[in-house]
């Protein structure tokens, strides 16, 4: 059974930093590209960052770029979201997601919701002002 379990989420003060972790089980982990999504309280979920299966590729939303980085560790079956310069509107429940690779050269990324495989349940991450 495929298993994602995120953490490391909670209350932090504007400009204040959190590091997001999602660990696997139940697959091979080096063989999934990996995202975060998020939801905001009344919102669509959104892409936030995605990284290849190798973690030679790494892509952000607009809204996070220069203030989030995705990184990986396969011998840990880990992905995390370190959160810098956090402003309120970056609350919300944060997922991480993993879509399994088609080959092995397969290196692509992905950012949209219906492409990932698997879901974790979320952590909520809340900015105060």
């Known amino acids: 059974q495929v298993q994602l379990v995120e953490s490391g989420g909670g209350l932090v003060q504007a400009g204040g930093s959190l590091r997001l972790s999602c660990a696997s089980s139940?697959?091979?982990?080096?063989?999934?590209?990996l995202g975060w999504f998020r939801q905001a309280l009344g919102k669509e979920r959104e892409f936030v960052a995605a990284i290849n299966w190798s973690g030679s590729s790494t892509y952000y939303a607009d809204s996070v770029k220069g203030r989030f980085t995705i990184s990986r560790d396969n011998a840990k079956n880990t992905v995390y979201l370190q959160m810098n310069s956090l402003k309120p509107e970056d609350t919300a429940v944060y997922y991480c997601?993993?879509?399994?690779?088609?080959?092995?050269?397969?290196?692509?990324?992905?950012?949209?919701?219906?492409?990932?495989?698997?879901w974790g349940q979320g952590t909520q991450v809340t900015v105060s002002s």
């Open positions: 139940g697959l091979t982990f080096s063989s999934y590209a």
């Open positions: 997601a993993a879509k399994g690779r088609r080959y092995y050269s397969d290196y692509r990324i992905y950012t949209a919701n219906f492409e990932y495989d698997y």
